[in-house]
C-alpha cells in the first residue's frame, strides 16, 4: 500500500513494449553505451571466454592485426540486450525465440555501441492469443558511424488483448 492509494491504482512507468506497439516498420534506437577494458576483462572471466586476443596484450600487440583492446561478439550482443530488455521489454517480454547473428566489425574499450531497431515481422501467436510474435532487425553502431554487429531476434511479447492487430489500437 502507499500512501496515494492502492498500488494496483498507480501507474508503474518504465514497462515494455506490448505486441501492438510494434507493428512492421516501426523503428527506434537505444541510447550509447561505452564499453570498457572493465567490461571485457569482467565478460571474458565470467564466460569463459580465454581467447588469447583478449587476455593477452603482448599478444595484441605483437601478433594482431587489430589496435586496440577487443570485445568479443557476444559482449556487444549482450550489451545491446541489456538496453533493450530496459526499455522495450520490462513486464512484456516472455520468450526469445530464435535469431541469427552476424559480427561485421570489431568494437573496442572505448567504442560508444548504440542499437537501431526495425520490426520486420509482427503475428499474433495461433497458440496464445494473448502474445505476439515479433521479430526484429537489430543493427549496432559505434560512434564512427561504422556497423559492428547485425542480429533478428523473434520474440513472444505480450498482447493487450486478444483480438487486436497492430495499428489498430
Known sequence: ????????????????FCYED???????RTVGRTVTEADITNFVNATGMLE???????????ESSMSGFAAPGALV???????????????????????????LGPTFAGDTIHCEVEVTESRRSRSRPN????????????????????????RMIK???????PGQG
Open 1 to 16: 500500500m502507499t500512501s496515494q492509494g492502492k498500488e494496483s491504482d498507480m501507474e508503474i512507468v518504465g514497462l515494455g
Open 22 to 28: 510494434l507493428p512492421v516498420g516501426r523503428r527506434f
Open 52 to 62: 588469447v586476443l583478449f587476455i593477452n596484450a603482448e599478444f595484441r600487440a605483437k
Open 77 to 103: 550482443y549482450t550489451f545491446m540486450e541489456g538496453l533493450l530488455t530496459q526499455s522495450t521489454m520490462q513486464h512484456t517480454g516472455f520468450a526469445f525465440l530464435e535469431m541469427e547473428l552476424k559480427v
Open 131 to 154: 502474445r505476439g510474435l515479433v521479430r526484429t532487425r537489430n543493427r549496432v553502431f559505434k560512434q564512427t558511424g561504422e556497423q559492428v554487429l547485425e542480429y533478428t531476434p523473434l
Open 159 to 165: 498482447a493487450r488483448t486478444t483480438d487486436q492487430e
